[in-house]
């Protein structure tokens, strides 16, 4: 792997496979949706939908039918603190994948006529989730953590004008926050020559970036809705990367039940034991700053209680009680299986090498695996007892409208 910053100040990362069959060349931008300061709750989500509307030289019709030609779609996604551009390619077709991906990057269009209609795409967007009662507790959920809205409000949504769009767009689309990556099979000899000759933004001085503050107050919610099955979403603010404590954090949300494991505590007393739920997932969520450990279940309002009370004392079990040496070995089995599985792709390569060095984090995939292997019991506990998993866990109920049962967690 080479790092590296070129003679326009554009950071570029560079990780080629020749064993693969596909190139993955990426934008990412050390903004998200709670960068958005000055401008309406969802103007990051919606900018990167924009992009795709076409540039200075390219319809979003002609962006699209070149890229059909090289057999790919352009992708991106925007998170809390991370926006990124992306396309996958067969490596015979790399650099017209990537002259197509940093023409409208670099140049955007953001046609006003685009915009009007956009807004009613994403306002679409906002109603199919509100459709979705596991996406509604999970929304509910981010409102209790006091999460930035990624989509925004219809609202807000309806606010957003090119001004605001140009505002982010310019305050965060340069070279001091914007790095590129390429992973898979590539040349890069032609990469390089092609990045240099770039005409990319690199202000003078680069805007420090505002964060919002938070303070967590309310940690349950219920909402009524007419379903016929209750959903739970709960979440555990916790360390990101970088904290010491990531590797031990896998393992409690692999024992929990991340990563598909089937012998964990959740799914198997939840699901196979007892026949609650159809869905239990959980996940560890790591940014630079923060995380979270999270969950969802899905089940009929009559076992609510009854899993939120099961929910509740594993989380209090792995505060007081030490894991045993076989769940423990299984955990770590079924977490560094997966990683190593995961990072065999080349895209899941270029998203793990984006993110870690827009914000200085060092990630080796093999060092990670040596730190997961070696997390102990009594580190497990530690960090349990540290993060008080039992006590600062947030949940929000989406349950039918007839159910008032909801017992308090202790």
Not at 3 to 31: E, W
Not at 46 to 70: R, V, Y
Not at 387 to 394: G, Q
């Amino acid at each position: 792997m080479e790092i590296m910053t070129l003679k326009n100040h554009l950071q570029v990362v560079l990780k080629p496979d020749s064993s693969s069959r596909s190139a993955v060349f990426a934008y990412a931008i050390k903004a998200g949706c709670n960068m958005e300061v000055g401008v309406p709750a969802g103007t990051a989500h919606f900018l990167e939908h924009m992009l795709f509307k076409g540039s200075a030289t390219k319809t979003a019709k002609k962006i699209n039918q070149d890229a059909a030609d090289l057999g790919t779609l352009p992708n991106a996604y925007t998170s809390e603190d991370e926006t990124k551009y992306y396309i996958q390619v067969q490596s015979k077709y790399g650099m017209e994948a990537l002259d197509l991906l940093s023409d409208f990057f670099w140049q955007p269009a953001l046609p006003e006529e685009e915009i009007e209609k956009e807004k009613q795409v994403i306002i679409e967007e906002i109603h199919m989730y509100a459709d979705q009662p596991s996406s509604v507790s999970g929304e509910v959920l981010e409102g209790l953590l006091k999460r930035s809205s990624l989509l925004g409000t219809k609202k807000s949504v309806r606010k957003i004008q090119r001004s605001h769009l140009l505002q982010f767009y310019n305050t965060h689309y340069h070279t001091g926050a914007v790095i590129f990556v390429a992973t898979g099979n590539f040349d890069e000899f032609e990469v390089l020559s092609y990045l240099e000759r770039l005409k990319v933004h690199h202000p003078k001085e680069r805007p420090e970036q505002e964060r919002r503050e938070y303070d967590l107050q309310q940690k349950e919610a219920v909402v009524k809705r007419s379903v016929k099955q209750a959903h739970i979403s709960w979440a555990i603010p916790v360390a990101g990367y970088g904290s010491g404590d990531e590797p031990a954090l896998e393992v409690i949300a692999t024992i929990l039940g991340a990563h598909g494991n089937a012998s964990s505590r959740l799914y198997d007393e939840i699901r196979e034991e007892k026949g609650l739920a159809y869905a239990v997932d959980v996940d560890y969520e790591s940014f630079h700053d923060h995380g979270y450990l999270l969950g969802y279940m899905g089940l009929p309002a009559t076992y609510v209680n009854e899993a939120r009370k099961i929910l509740f004392k594993h989380l209090s079990d792995l505060e007081t009680s030490l894991v045993s040496a076989v769940e423990l070995r299984r955990a770590i089995a079924c977490l560094t299986g997966q990683l190593i599985i995961g990072m065999d792709d080349v895209l899941t390569q270029n998203d793990s090498l984006s993110y870690s060095t827009l914000y200085g984090l060092e990630f080796d995939v093999d060092a990670f695996v040596a730190n997961v292997e070696a997390v102990t019991a009594d580190e497990v506990l530690r960090v349990a007892q540290k993060y008080a998993l039992a006590e600062n866990v947030y949940v929000a109920s989406v349950v039918p409208k007839t159910w008032s049962a909801i017992e308090q967690l202790s």
